[in-house]
Nanobody, 125 residues
Framework: QVQLVESGGGLVQAGDSLRLSCVAS????????MGWFRQAPGKEREFVAS???????YYADSVKGRFTISRDNAQNTVYLEMYSLKPEDTAVYYC???????????????????WGQGTQVTVSS
């Protein structure tokens, strides 16, 4: 069992940067692949980025080159650094955890068993 708490969201202007954090409870954080998803009003929750237990990463095409996912196992924390933000990045951002192998970088919602409560990111034009 793992509990996830996101932070770092806010209101920014287009072109700005923001860093989201997700802290996991428990002592087995390194056992989980971690991911970030986002959900805009009226839209489905969509994959943003994932990082495996061995820190392999995978990104959605829409954020590739602008977002960076990383993890600090000593701090039980996964980060999402977002650069060159666009109004279309506006959404609630969710952190999620999945059980899997060292190179596992899940991209589907159903692969994740644990979710945080979300943090709002709003990008104004």
């Amino acid at each position: 069992q793992v509990q996830l708490v996101e932070s770092g969201g806010g209101l920014v202007q287009a072109g700005d940067s923001l860093r989201l954090s997700c802290v996991a409870s428990g002592r087995t954080f390194s056992s989980y692949a971690m991911g970030w998803f986002r959900q805009a009003p009226g839209k489905e929750r969509e994959f943003v980025a994932s990082i495996s237990r061995s820190s392999s990463t995978y990104y959605a095409d829409s954020v590739k080159g602008r977002f960076t996912i990383s993890r600090d196992n000593a701090q039980n924390t996964v980060y999402l650094e977002m650069y060159s933000l666009k109004p279309e990045d506006t959404a609630v951002y969710y952190c999620a955890a999945a059980v899997g192998g060292l190179l596992y970088t899940p991209t589907q919602k159903g692969e994740y068993g644990y979710w945080g409560q979300g943090t709002q990111v709003t990008v104004s034009s």
